[in-house]
């Protein structure tokens, strides 16, 4: 599907029954957290949600010296995120590390699976498009920090990787998506697919991110 920007994401952990957590066992009492532009939430919104391997290798078959038919392996989707900053407490949630008590933060022994929806418009209508992940991790693997100059500081992004999994409410495949427009679409729906128990959307005429 076409789009045009990156309106915002979402993400929220998941609970081994498939159930969003909320509370303190989450990253928000709602269970959903909102990479938004707010500085007072700790964040700076994000530059990309950039998804691969959204459809799996295609092989082609061959028989008689022709090419007779073709097989599509399984979608094995993959997210590259880059945000100007998450907050941080909510961000070393996210990637299942674990609080030390004294301000740190160190890897846990458990992977934390976690929901994700990327948000855009289309370019006609400039109605929303929701990419919607129900179980995946993140991971951040490097932190390239470097020296201001004389002239400029230098900033590191919040760079992630999300690797998604079969997920039993889409059919057990990766992913889903909407689009708002679509005659049958309900946002409390879609929510409550992607983060089952979920309370961030509780009227279906609500609007995402109020």
Not at 55 to 84: F, L, M, Q, R
Request: with cysteine; hydrophobic share 30%.
């Amino acid at each position: 599907m076409a789009t045009i920007g990156l309106k915002t994401i979402y993400t929220g952990i998941k609970l081994p029954n498939g159930s969003v957590a909320l509370d303190d066992q989450g990253v928000d009492p709602t269970g959903i957290f909102e990479i938004d532009t707010k500085k007072e939430n700790g964040n700076l919104g994000s530059k990309s949600f950039n998804i691969t391997n959204l459809t799996g290798t295609t092989t082609k078959i061959v028989g008689n010296n022709e090419i007779v038919d073709t097989s599509v392996g399984s979608s094995s989707p993959t997210v590259a995120i880059d945000s100007n900053m998450i907050n941080p407490e909510k961000l070393n949630k996210l990637l299942g590390r674990v609080q030390l008590g004294d301000g740190g933060w160190a890897p846990g022994k458990t992977t934390v699976e976690v929901g994700l929806i990327g948000v855009a418009e289309d370019p006609i209508y400039h109605s929303r498009i929701f990419y919607c992940f129900g179980r995946g991790t993140l991971a951040k693997t490097t932190q390239n920090i470097q020296t201001n100059t004389d002239t400029a500081k230098t900033r590191e992004d919040d760079n992630l990787t999300y690797t998604a999994m079969s997920y039993d409410k889409f059919n057990s495949e990766p992913y889903a998506v909407y689009w708002e427009k679509n005659k049958d679409f309900s946002l409390k729906k879609m929510f409550d697919r992607v983060f089952p128990g979920q309370t961030f959307i509780k009227d279906p005429a609500q609007p995402a991110g109020k």
